[in-house]
């Protein structure tokens, strides 16, 4: 098969925000697909904050995106051609693939997704990686129980969001940090958050948990790190939890991001923090998707996504990330199912 093919690629390193600059386009031609391989036509992509640190060229818990090479991430597609006994033309996959137009994957690199479960974006979102971080960070390391404060930042992002909705579902009381008013609003009248903060009006963030949290902190969802974990830290319980998810405060920094150290507050109430990744828990997985799966067709999930159209428009969105552009889950919509054409 001979087809043109447009991919993505990381043409420079960034220091500090990553721009237009960091990103190349190129044409490609698409090579035949052998024994065992499909060919997957994108339609959705995935942009997340991890990739950011994968930019860098740095020791992490996976190997950096190597300049000159095709960025990849979280993709769902429509199988066009198969030679593989497991998958057929018109299938819907979800995997690890490339920013690209068109992918060639061998059959083990991705899972048939079905759309009658539910919408096919949702398996890269409440569904998917999202959702799952969500579910392991907080019932794993955070442990809310009945009556406690749930405190989560970066609360109307695509985990934060979920973690929030998960906590109620546990019988907790949940206070989200975001950055607007809007976002505000849909946290506390659609997915049912007691309390928002919005950080970016507050004039004394800590006094603005300390009235949200009057009985304290028992979990912090830590989402974002810097200035309002810091804060966050000063209103916790004895044996508080703290599962440490991100900290999307610190990865454009081109300077080391320096603050009060928790050491001494962890001991004090002794309480726990605690980083994870999804990976540490795959032996786990199907249990925990069928769970978001069934809390969805409850109705006792709800999700948000913010999609953006077209492939030349996934750098823009990438970046957005940093700027506090999306409610919930970002998408890049790069093209129609050929079913729906």
Known sequence: MSMNNKQIILAKRPEGMPDKDTFSFIDKEIPSINSGEVLIHTLYVSVDPYMRGRMADVKSYVQPFPVGEVMEGGVIGEIIESKSSHFKKGDFVLGSLGWELYSVANEKAVRKIDPSVAPITTYLGV????????????????????????????????????????????????????????????????????????????????????????NGVDVYFDNVGGDISDAVMQHLNNFARIPVCGAISSYNKTEADIGPRVQSKLVKTRSLMKGFLVGDYSNQVTEAAEQLGKWLSEGKLQYEETIIEGFENIPEAFIGLFEGTNKGKLLVKVAEPESKK
Do not use: H
């Open 127 to 214: 569904l998917g990686m999202t959702g799952l971080t969500a579910y392991f960070g907080l019932l794993d390391i955070g442990k809310p129980q009945a009556g406690e404060t749930v405190v989560v930042s970066g609360a109307a992002g695509a985990v934060g969001s979920i973690v929030g909705q998960i906590a109620k579902i546990q019988g907790a009381r949940v206070v989200g940090i975001a950055g607007t008013d809007e976002k505000a609003q849909l946290l506390k009248e659609k997915l049912g958050f007691d309390e928002v903060i919005n950080y970016k009006t507050e004039k004394n963030i800590e006094k603005a948990i300390e009235t949200a949290c009057p």
